[in-house]
């Protein structure tokens, strides 16, 4: 009779365990998942930035920079992401965009949203530029 009552008791504590496991595994899950949000969003807004840079700086090589506002903000919206800052002058591009994260779990603990941000710069190359050689340059001196 001893040993049936113990394997009664037994049994309920294995029960309790396998509870308390299944709800820590399940937390570590949701964090887990959490973080790799933050990685594909960082991939994401990189890709972005580089991309809305570079056509941005295609651009440029045309003259065509009352434009360049316009392709910025279409193409961080076609990458799911916010464009904050694009400036540009003759010789180079900064471009900054972000994308707000919705998380499952951290979201209960953090009440401001979050977001990521990458920047890219791109430096603009003209072919005439010194550096191909295609052009012959001159350096007067007094």
């Known amino acids: 009779m001893l040993l049936k009552d113990l394997n009664t008791q037994n049994r309920g504590n ?3 365990f396998a509870l308390a496991a299944v ?3 399940s937390i570590l899950f949701l964090l887990i998942f959490d973080l790799c ?3 594909i969003a960082r991939e994401e807004t990189k890709n972005a930035s580089d991309a809305v840079s570079l056509a ?7 003259f065509e920079d009352s434009y360049c506002n316009m392709i910025a903000e279409e193409l961080a919206r076609k990458n799911n992401c916010i464009l904050v800052e694009c400036s540009y002058d003759y010789d180079d591009v900064i471009v900054t965009v972000e994308k707000t994260l ?4 951290i979201d209960k603990f953090i009440t401001k949203s979050s977001s990521i941000r990458s920047t890219s710069k791109t430096n ?5 530029d010194d550096r191909f050689g295609y052009c012959k340059t001159y350096k007067f001196e007094y």
């Open 102 to 105: 919705d998380f499952v779990l």
């Open 37 to 39: 949000q933050i990685f």
């Open 56 to 62: 941005v700086a295609q651009n440029l090589l045309f």
């Open 124 to 128: 603009v190359i003209y072919p005439w």
């Open 23 to 25: 709800i820590i595994f």
């Open 14 to 16: 294995i029960s309790f």
